[in-house]
């Protein structure tokens, strides 16, 4: 079988690295992206090409992908994975914050899917996998625009999926639930620089609880079998929630409704 051309996206840590390492196990030649060089370097090997980008760069997401067409002819898979999370009240949340947060989240995935879309249409085959989240589909008091910003991850996969089927395009959402990577640390990193009145100290205490369970959670190793799946299966699930905890959410919401479902949440964190 010939090798295939992957691109992925925030792969110097986290789901994108575990995303990396197993493509490039399974007969993927795979171009990691992301900002931090030492990171990505360390990754280096026959199959793994580091490349330091910044998603929200479009000249050099451009120049990327059709230097990657020039030396391998094709891409087979986008893995758009890169994002992080802006924690606090959607009144603290600065203007200035929330739209990083699209920045990045949204329009870096929109960048990388105009700049390979042509390639894959042209080939007549390909597959994206965007990585959106459990909040793409529920939201939670104090993940607003982390949320919002998945949502309409959620909205652009539907769609495309739909407009580029017909030139034998995949497109499938992978929604991870709570993943043991260094993601709730910097969330709340973030979540420092947003002041709050004393009136939200509530929802900040509740915050921490509702991660608490991190350090427990399955390993982003299970995200990484999620998306070789979804590139190697011919009839692949539109959308993926995992692990088991995700699934249930998603369940309890349609079943409950939305006010029943979000008294529970607010009565879980007590505010």
Not at 14 to 27: F, S
Not at 59 to 83: F, H, M, P, Q, S
Request: charged share 20%; glycine share 6%; with cysteine.
């Amino acid at each position: 079988m010939a090798q295939r051309i992957a691109l992925v996206t925030g792969a110097s840590s986290g789901i994108g690295k575990a995303t990396a390492e197993l493509l490039a196990k399974n007969n993927y030649y795979v171009y990691a992206m992301a900002r931090r060089k030492e990171r990505l370097e360390a990754m280096c090997s026959d199959r793994i090409e580091p490349v330091q980008l910044d998603v929200t760069d479009a000249e050099a997401i451009e120049a990327t992908v059709n230097k990657v067409v020039a030396a391998k002819g094709r891409i087979d898979l986008l893995v758009n994975n890169a994002g992080y999370g802006q924690l606090g009240a959607i009144e603290c949340v600065s203007m200035e914050a929330a739209h990083a947060q699209f920045e990045v989240n949204v329009f870096g995935y929109a960048r990388f899917m105009h700049a390979v879309l042509p390639h894959m249409r042209s080939q007549k085959s390909g597959c994206i996998v965007n990585i959106a989240s459990i909040l793409g589909k529920i939201s939670l008091p104090g993940f607003g625009w982390y949320a919002a910003s998945k949502h309409a991850v959620e909205a652009l996969s539907e769609t495309l999926r739909s407009e580029v089927m017909k030139f034998g395009i995949k497109v499938i959402v992978i929604a991870p639930g709570l993943i043991k990577t260094e993601f709730a640390e910097k969330e709340f990193e973030l979540l420092k620089t947003v002041k709050h009145p004393s009136a939200y100290q509530r929802l900040l205490d509740a915050l921490p609880r509702l991660l608490a369970g991190e350090p427990k959670a399955p390993g982003p190793e299970i995200v990484a079998h999620a998306v070789l799946k979804a590139a190697t299966t011919a009839f692949p699930p539109m959308r993926h929630a995992l692990p088991v905890d995700s699934k249930t959410a998603v369940i309890s919401h349609w079943l409950l409704g939305s006010r029943l479902f979000n008294w529970a949440v607010r009565l879980k964190m007590k505010i």
